[in-house]
């Protein structure tokens, strides 16, 4: 049963390579979603698909790439949209999904 993961990753975030950390990562798993960084200076993260799959991607957002510093994570389990066909990056300025 697929799952939509929701989590906004504070810390040292911004300009250390997160966002394509992220998408490599998320695109060796079964997943869909999106990563962009926000003016506040989180890194937001979307992603749908299985449980297990999701919890992968969520500890590697908690723990980042090399320079990154993971302050908090914060993280919502909602019912998927199914409005996505692949994961990638999107800009700040994204209109959301």
Same mark, same amino acid.
Not at 31 to 44: F, L
């Given at each position: 049963?697929?799952?939509r993961? !929701?989590?906004?990753?504070?810390? =040292?975030?911004?300009?250390? /390579?997160? %966002?394509?950390?992220?998408?490599?990562?998320?695109?060796? *798993?079964?997943?869909?979603?999106?990563v962009?960084? !926000?003016?506040d200076?989180?890194? =937001?993260?979307?992603?749908? /698909?299985? %449980?297990d799959?999701?919890?992968?991607?969520?500890?590697? *957002?908690?723990?980042?790439?090399?320079?990154?510093?993971?302050?908090?994570?914060?993280?919502?389990?909602?019912?998927?949209?199914?409005?996505?066909?692949?994961?990638?990056?999107?800009?700040?300025?994204?209109?959301?999904?």
């Amino acid at each position: 049963m697929p799952v939509r993961l !929701e989590a906004v990753v504070r810390g =040292r975030v911004q300009g250390v /390579g997160f %966002r394509w950390y992220v998408t490599s990562v998320a695109r060796t *798993l079964p997943i869909t979603g999106w990563v962009a960084n !926000e003016p506040d200076g989180s890194v =937001r993260c979307i992603a749908e /698909g299985a %449980r297990d799959d999701l919890e992968q991607l969520l500890d590697e *957002l908690r723990e980042g790439p090399p320079g990154a510093v993971v302050r908090s994570v914060d993280v919502a389990w909602l019912p998927p949209t199914g409005g996505m066909d692949r994961f990638g990056v999107r800009s700040g300025a994204h209109p959301g999904d």
